[in-house]
């Protein structure tokens, strides 16, 4: 049987090892765009995250697919990093409808100060890597522009983040709901958005759970 060693399994472990492939990545980006640049972070020999101000986001796009080569459009999103201000409890039959005390919003890799953030992510298919770009978006105008242009696949992901977040993106030629009714106020992966269904009904992991060998029913 095959063992992982430390690095593998050791986050902190792998992130002190170099990795000249991404390090290289992570340089040619920062020089490409300048100012626009905020911050990176490698985890060697596993993947590269890049920080770019919000008004870089199209030419980090662009640069990264000339010059790194990542033409390989993955995916794009958004993430709200809002602790959840209902909780969810694993031995309850629904949230608890409480708000809980404030926790501090953490970012991730490459850090940020916003509670919303954009994510994308492109692979090169030459290199077989890929790297996560993230942009802060300001709370009082979550918008951006759209990347439509430089990788039309974006068409898709950016109606979903529209509905899904709330997040407008400049330039998008239709964003209209790809799942939920037209009518439908709310955007329900904001972690503000209370989830009604829990509250009249327990939710699916609680009920009809089967006895393992050996229990007895209370």
């Known amino acids: 049987m095959t063992r992982l060693s430390s690095t593998e399994t050791d986050p902190v472990a792998a992130a002190a090892l170099p990795d000249e492939h991404r390090e290289g990545w992570a340089t040619r980006i920062t020089e490409a765009l300048g100012d626009g640049y905020r911050d990176h972070h490698i985890l060697a020999g596993r993947d590269l995250w890049v920080r770019v101000n919000r008004d870089s986001w199209v030419d980090a796009a662009t640069a990264i697919r000339d010059r790194l080569g990542c033409r390989f459009f993955d995916w794009l999103s958004a993430i709200d990093w809002l602790p959840s201000p209902y909780g969810r409890d694993m031995d309850a039959q629904e949230d608890n409808p409480r708000p809980r005390a404030a926790e501090p919003m953490e970012q991730g890799y490459a850090g940020g100060e916003t509670r919303f953030q954009m994510l994308l992510r492109l692979y090169s298919m030459e ?82 759970v089967e006895l393992m060998p050996g229990e007895e029913s209370s």
Do not use: C, Q
């Open 127 to 208: 290199h077989h890597l890929g790297l996560t770009i993230k942009a802060d978006l300001p709370d009082d105008d979550l918008s951006i522009d759209t990347l439509i242009g430089v990788f039309p696949g974006a068409n898709w992901h950016e109606r979903e983040a529209w509905e899904m977040f709330g997040i407008h993106f400049n330039g998008h030629p239709d964003l209209r709901h790809l799942y939920l009714p037209g009518e439908f106020e709310g955007n329900p992966l904001r972690k503000d958005y209370p989830l009604l269904a829990r509250r009249v009904k327990p939710w699916p992991g609680i009920v009809d």
